[in-house]
């Protein structure tokens, strides 16, 4: 089973957490503070982080946004908790990254659920080689994408946007996230921008019965889903 990480400065709010993970077979560690993190992450390698909002020695979207510039780290996924739900906290921990984000009080079950749906995901390929989501594959060396196993040409703009999904699966991007990732400082761009090139990216996919896998999240933006339904679709 997978290894679990759990941040969190109070041991009351850990300690039921970690005996619903163990009683589901996961392995679980446990830190009080980012620099306790630090040295159970080069320890055990975990595959998923649990971290709290608000830690003693570090913000948790801070710690994150370091773990992710540091050489050498495999990023693991991130859940973050916090205490209470604020949509602007929502909105920047994906914004940033973050593979999902949980307030205080939930359920056993939504809380295991979400980390089964986080695990499930595909781990993010290197930069160089094939980057690959159900039928949909990209050759970054060569510039080639094939769906099903045909060649398929996208104009340029397109094929920056499948990259960048393709890269990131399961994740939520908002609009101004995609913009600035894959238009960067081009003049003339806005929001509606992604939407058009969204739209033509379903019409590539449309013939193969593909065009969900570019999923709309009412009030944050696009997903690139992976699920069973997706990958049946493709077969």
Avoid: K
């Avoid at 993970?21 to 649990?50: F, I, K």
């Avoid at 996924?77 to 739900?85: A, D, K």
């Avoid at 593979?99 to 205080?104: P, S, V």
């Avoid at 400082?185 to 990216?201: C, F, M, N, W």
Wanted: net charge positive; aromatic share 4%; glycine share 6%.
């Amino acid at each position: 089973m997978s290894t679990i990480l759990i941040v969190d400065s109070e041991r009351a709010s850990r300690e039921p957490v970690v005996r619903q993970l163990r009683g589901e077979g996961y392995r679980v560690r446990e830190a009080q503070d980012c620099q306790t993190a630090d040295r159970l992450l080069g320890e055990h390698c975990p595959e998923l982080l649990m971290l709290d909002w608000t830690l003693p020695d570090m913000a948790g979207l801070e710690y994150v946004e370091r773990l992710r510039r540091r050489e050498g780290l495999r990023p693991p996924r991130v859940i973050m908790v916090s205490r209470r739900y604020d949509v602007r906290n929502v909105v920047r921990a994906l914004d940033s990254g973050i593979d999902d984000f949980i307030a205080r009080p939930y359920r056993a079950a939504e809380l295991l659920a979400r980390v089964r749906a986080t695990l499930r995901r595909p781990p993010i390929l290197p930069v160089t080689g094939l980057l690959q989501v159900g039928a949909v594959a990209m050759d970054r060396i060569a510039h080639r994408v094939q769906i099903n196993g045909q060649e398929t040409s996208l104009a340029p703009a397109e094929y920056r946007l499948l990259e960048f999904l393709l890269a990131h699966p399961g994740r939520v991007h908002s609009r101004a996230q995609l913009l600035a990732r894959v238009w960067g400082r081009e003049h003339g761009v806005s929001p509606r921008t992604v939407d058009v090139h969204v739209r033509r990216l379903r019409q590539v996919l449309e013939p193969h019965a593909l065009e969900g896998m570019i999923e709309t999240i009412r009030g944050f933006g696009y997903r690139l889903q992976v699920n069973a339904e997706t990958v049946a679709n493709a077969g």
